[in-house]
Structure formats: C-alpha cells, structure tokens
Nanobody, 122 residues
Framework: QVQLVESGGGLVQAGGSLRLSCAVS????????MDWYRQAPGKSRDLVAG???????NYADSVKGRFTISRDNAKNTVYLQMNSLNPEDTAVYYC????????????????WGQGTQVTVSS
C-alpha cells in the first residue's frame, strides 16, 4: 500500500504565501509523476501543477508565475510553493502520484492524498 500525507494548508490573507508538502510512503519501487490538484466547492478537481521524475514541470495558466512545484526524490516528497495568493485560489488541494510497484512491470498505479484546505481571505 502507498500513503500520501499532505501538510501546509491553512488560512492566509490575499497576497500572502503558503507552502504545501506531500510525503509519499509505503511499498513501491519508484515514484514517477507527482502533481497537485485542487477542488473548490461545487467545482471539478483541476490540475494545478505537475512534475515528472526528471524534473519537467507544467502549470495551470491561472497559477503560472505565482506557484512553483518541486520535488525531493530522496525524501519522496513533492512541494507546492504558492505566492501572491488570491481568494480564487481557495480550495482543497490534493497531491497525487503515479508509482511502480515491485514485481509488476509496465504498470503505474495512481494514489491520492487526503487533501488539505487552503483558504485565502480578501
């Protein structure tokens, strides 16, 4: 089994910053893509940012220039640095990852964290 534990959410004023972390643990042979999604009330869960095992990144247009995704492969952890936050960034943020497991060739498994609330006040 694979577990993802997120931390770093909270309440912040508009213009402020937060840093989310997501640590991956459990029984796997390698971690491939890692990403952050968010879901606001009544809306779909949308991609915020992603990072490959090689370090290539991609971002939603709405967060480009404000958010930065990074990963520490030694710690099996992905981060999301969020700057210049605005009320439209308010949502539950979920980290996700694709992993390979021992003894299974050619298949990646998808896991999600439990989510962390980010609230930005105006």
């Amino acid at each position: 089994q694979v577990q993802l534990v997120e931390s770093g959410g909270g309440l912040v004023q508009a213009g402020g910053s937060l840093r989310l972390s997501c640590a991956v643990s459990g029984n796997f042979s390698s971690i491939n893509a890692m990403d952050w999604y968010r879901q606001a009330p009544g809306k779909s869960r949308d991609l915020v940012a992603g990072i490959t095992s090689g370090g290539s990144t991609n971002y939603a247009d709405s967060v480009k220039g404000r958010f930065t995704i990074s990963r520490d492969n030694a710690k099996n952890t992905v981060y999301l640095q969020m700057n210049s936050l605005n009320p439209e960034d308010t949502a539950v943020y979920y980290c996700g990852t694709n992993v390979r497991v021992h003894g299974v060739v050619g298949i990646e498994y998808r896991y999600w964290g439990q989510g962390t609330q980010v609230t930005v006040s105006s």
